[in-house]
């Protein structure tokens, strides 16, 4: 099922905005303050690309003064109007039962685009 929405996800939008991000990491990447910032944009690139059965967890390795700070940062730069935009898609997908599915995976990345620094994109395993 996660394959099938995967797909849907990529055909509805999701490729386009997955080339923004990437996009924009290859702009973040001309400077070298810009590198940590253009390694975030690539990891929420990569959770738009294939959102479905993706999870977001806390790094407990890279959490820490440094990745308060560069989220700080990140907020005030880019990431309020991201968080904002994935949360407006999120709302209107959510009205009807189809577009749920969808609008779920945009909160899954207004989540990780307000505060990205300090957090890891799992797979979801299937078990039983």
């Known amino acids: 099922m996660k394959i099938l929405g995967n797909i849907l996800w990529l055909l509805l939008g999701g490729l386009a905005s997955a080339l923004g991000y990437f996009a924009a990491s290859l702009i973040l990447a001309i400077t070298i303050i810009g590198i940590p910032f253009a390694v975030q944009t690539i990891k929420i690139g990569v959770m738009t690309l294939w959102p479905f059965g993706s999870d977001i967890v806390t790094d407990s390795e890279s959490d820490g003064v440094l990745a308060f700070i560069m989220n700080i940062i990140w907020i005030i730069i880019a990431g309020f109007w ?8 999120g709302l209107i997908l959510s009205i009807t039962i189809i577009g749920l599915p969808f609008g779920v995976q945009h909160f899954k990345l207004a989540k990780i685009s307000l505060v990205p620094f300090g957090k890891r994109i799992v797979n979801k395993q299937i078990t039983g």
């Open 82 to 89: 991201l968080f904002l935009m994935h949360l407006v898609f």
